[in-house]
């Protein structure tokens, strides 16, 4: 009998996970959900994320799907995980899907925030949820230096040597934006796929061009040079949120 | 020569720590200050709080004096002490004062708030800074039953016994009012001054309120009998905040 796909909705704080993928010696996201999965159902199954989020990084939405032979009603199982995952983990929606689902493979879109407070001191109840940068960024130049960004272009400027072979490096940026609202400041960045630590090179590389230290005129050039240099920083992990994926 | 007396004003994140008072075999807010004034100041000093936070209660805006025989400016203490503190407890402000002032005695008012996160699923960023309820309380009865304690009255029956010889047992509460905004509850309470585990006491009875176990009209009774009873539970620490000391 085919199995019954169940999609769930799951938030999570990143600051005690490996990440979210299942890896040897350390704690993941994956991994607490799928042992989770096997305590209530009994079955073994693997949870296939829409993709893989870094130590520290916290989810909103991060969407997955996995197999069950039993066929718990979605509420029940979304009642069971969450009485069984810790606090930092928690599924807030689960629903039964067709077999062609697949939270990878069927994303139309993923947006990503990186959060910075941007003042002399951090809050203490905020310094785990956000990056703390005392130098004033410059909204407007911000802004301007992500308007060169969004289209479809190579961003291997804009990513982490992976240690893996990516097919291609060209993702389509839908939306790059920055705001600000009193001491903090999101870069709300939306696309078809992410390269790795792209969102954080991105965050990393604007933080640069707000403190005046990177003309946003020089975007272009960094960009069209498909090499990653050290004039692109990766910002730390604790700002970034995968915020939603679309479907 | 007379020591210079120095007010800060002090943030920090309770969940790490056994509360605010120095206690052996237990790391406490006043001992993680003491221990940096000494370290930047050469100086051992005594660090007098406007009062004592339990274990896990957070604080927006605590108060604090010491003395020190050495001088430094304000602003360079509290970058100093901001260097060597861990990032769960930060100095907002640092300022000299007459030897008059004193962070306890000098208080006027005080103004805890509490944090209630009232729906079904409690977001992984907010579990150590909110309480979560998830049966839907009523805001209007919660003030209702509020309406009736404000005032100068005896609050024992709203206090915890605290092992210790307490002077008196009455005290003026001057606002307790309760607010929502989406899923957050909040309750503000000011008064001179508050008795053991009094804001934590008047949450757990007006949660009891709101989600109908206990009618407001008997308020009254309760306050008048001067006796605490398990009709009024200890709420969580968690969702508690000491907000502001005013002299």
């Not at 096997?38 to 996995?66: L, P, W, Y």
């Not at 197999?67 to 983990?89: R, V, W």
């Not at 946003?216 to 994926?245: C, Q």
Request: aromatic fraction near 8%; avoid cysteine.
């Amino acid at each position: 009998m085919t199995p019954q796909r169940y999609k769930i909705t799951v938030s999570y704080d990143g600051t005690d996970y490996a990440g979210w993928q299942l890896q040897p010696n350390h704690v993941t996201v994956q991994q607490q959900l799928e042992t989770a999965i096997r305590n209530i159902s009994g079955e073994t199954t693997k949870v296939h994320g829409s993709g893989r989020t870094d130590q520290g990084v916290h989810a909103r939405k991060q969407v997955a799907h996995f197999d069950l032979h039993k066929t718990p009603a979605p509420q029940s199982l979304k009642k069971g995980l969450n009485a069984l995952l810790p606090g930092n983990i928690r599924i807030i929606k689960a629903e039964k899907k067709d077999p062609s689902f697949h939270a990878r493979k069927s994303t139309t879109s993923k947006e990503y925030r990186y959060f910075i407070w941007n003042a002399e001191i951090m809050p203490p109840f905020l310094r785990k949820y956000r990056t703390h940068v005392t130098n004033p960024l410059d909204i407007a130049s911000m802004n301007r230096a992500a308007s060169y960004l969004v289209g479809k272009y190579d961003f291997a400027a804009f990513s982490a040597n992976p240690n893996r072979v990516v097919q291609s490096t060209v993702r389509s940026l839908k939306d790059l934006k920055i705001r600000k609202k009193g001491n903090e400041i999101v870069i709300i960045a939306a696309a078809d796929g992410f390269l790795y630590k792209m969102v954080r090179s991105l965050a990393g590389f604007l933080i640069r061009v707000g403190d005046g230290s990177i003309p946003p005129t020089e975007t272009s050039t960094i960009l069209s040079s498909a090499t990653r240099t050290a004039r692109v920083p990766t910002a730390p992990p604790e700002g970034l949120f995968l915020w939603n994926v679309v479907y």
